[in-house]
Nanobody
Framework: EVQVVESGGGLVQAGGSLRLSCAAS????????IGWFRQAPGKEREGVSC????????YYADSVKGRFTISSDNAKNTVYLQMNSLKPEDTAVYYC??????????????????WGQGTQVTVSS
């Protein structure tokens, strides 16, 4: 059974930083990506960033480029999202997901196949 568990959300002031963690287990895909989506109230869920398990290729949405950094610890099957220079518009529930097609995901066509429960990130102005 695939399990995806996020942690690290919280409340931070604008300009501050948070680091999200995502631990994934229970699968043996050959080439997959793990990434982050977010959904703000009244808005559609959007892909934020992802990283390939095989070659470390990454994708970032334009809205977070230069502020967010995704990294992975393959030994622990854990992915981190370092979020710096946070803005109120970054406020959302952040979801981690495993994507079984890493090539498409890192091209920007992120589609989650297995999902975590989500963690709230709130940025106050």
């Amino acid at each position: 059974e695939v399990q995806v568990v996020e942690s690290g959300g919280g409340l931070v002031q604008a300009g501050g930083s948070l680091r999200l963690s995502c631990a994934a287990s229970g699968f043996t895909f050959d080439d997959y990506a793990i990434g982050w989506f977010r959904q703000a109230p009244g808005k559609e869920r959007e892909g934020v960033s992802c990283i390939s398990s095989s070659d470390g290729s990454t994708y970032y949405a334009d809205s977070v480029k230069g502020r967010f950094t995704i990294s992975s610890d393959n030994a622990k099957n854990t992915v981190y999202l370092q979020m710096n220079s946070l803005k109120p518009e970054d406020t959302a529930v952040y979801y981690c997901a495993v994507m079984i097609d890493a090539t498409i995901a890192t091209m920007g066509f992120m589609r989650g196949d297995y999902w975590g429960q989500g963690t709230q990130v709130t940025v106050s102005s």
